[in-house]
């Protein structure tokens, strides 16, 4: 079972009280799946999809707020999919619907029918949670957190497309949109706004989930960010340390370490004698200790006598 599948098996079980909260929602579900069929004056009102839980919604949804009674119809595909049929074929009922939902309109005894959020369905807070809802379980779906943060829906139409990327931002969230194909994507990409969209359609088993993925994933990348850190802070430390031993072997072989000035004689053999020491470990062990930048100071020293004897110069100063 997908995470998404999770997310609207929950999403489906929410059912408010109040009228105006559902139609907001069954206004999603027509909006994405409905087809309206017109004879003259008379309408029909199809919803045909392959998610149940759509179907689940639907059904319930008409007869809470309109006490409808659908016609609903089961088909087997291919791969053992179904598909669903929710018809409303009296017109009466059909006009009813469509006209609560916002998308037929009667204007000088004409019918109009525009598929498009109606402002007045989701003006309150409580209804764009709704809308939204049912947006998701019509036409969203959502990544495993383990892999990838990625919630998305997807829709035919581009201008309902970018009416639901404005309905989704009103909660000061920052979803996005993308043309894939002949369809219009609205997207989001942070954990942490995918969370808070989770809260929006109120999911709050998802919403646990999800931080609960993510308090892992944030733990396991700051240990990473760590290892990695301290892996790259001991490969500099041993690369200085291998460099200095070899410029301190260099001026042995070539001139002897007795050629060099007293305080740089002393650090370099304490330095061969302590080859994985730090640089303030170094200078604890010297007759007169100094810091980290006196041992420093003295290993540059050292080193550019090693380059000085490399190139011939032959200079010990």
């Known amino acids: 079972m997908s995470f998404s599948y999770k997310v609207k098996e929950e999403l489906s079980a929410h059912f408010g009280n109040a009228r105006h909260c559902m139609i907001a929602e069954l206004a999603a579900y027509i909006n994405m799946c409905g087809q309206i069929v017109t004879f003259g004056d008379s309408f029909c009102l199809k919803i045909h999809t392959e998610n149940f839980f759509v179907v689940k919604k639907c059904f319930t949804l008409l007869k809470n707020a309109f006490n409808i009674r659908v016609e609903l119809s089961v088909r087997s595909g291919s791969r053992k999919k179904r598909s669903y049929l929710l018809l409303i074929r009296d017109s009466a009922d059909a006009q009813r619907v469509l006209m609560a939902v916002g998308v037929l309109h009667r204007q000088r005894g004409e019918s109009r029918l525009k598929n498009c959020i109606y402002p007045p369905v989701t003006a309150s807070v409580c209804c764009r949670r709704a809308y939204v809802r049912g947006a998701f379980i019509a036409a969203g779906s959502v990544n495993n957190p383990e892999k990838n943060y990625h919630l998305e829906f997807v829709l035919s139409d581009a201008e309902l ?98 050629q060099l000035p007293e305080q740089l004689e002393e650090l370099a053999r304490v330095r061969l004698e302590y080859p994985d020491k730090s640089l303030k470990e170094l200078g604890t062990y010297l007759s007169e200790p100094v810091g980290k930048s006196g041992v420093n100071h003295r290993l540059r020293k050292i080193s550019s006598i090693a380059e000085s004897l490399r190139e011939g110069k032959g200079e010990v100063e």
Do not use: P, W
């Open 161 to 258: 497309a970018v009416q639901l990327k404005d309905l989704i931002n009103s909660f000061e969230l920052d979803a996005k949109m993308v043309e894939r194909k002949d369809h219009s994507v609205v997207y989001l990409k942070e954990g942490e706004q995918i969370v808070d969209l989770f809260n929006v359609m109120e999911a709050h088993v998802a919403l646990m989930d999800l931080e609960n993925v993510r308090i892992v994933k944030e733990m396991r990348n700051d240990i990473n960010r760590k290892v990695n850190c301290e892996t790259a802070n001991l490969n500099k430390v041993v690369g200085a340390a291998v460099k200095q031993l070899e410029d301190i072997a260099y001026i042995e072989q070539t001139i002897g370490l007795g």
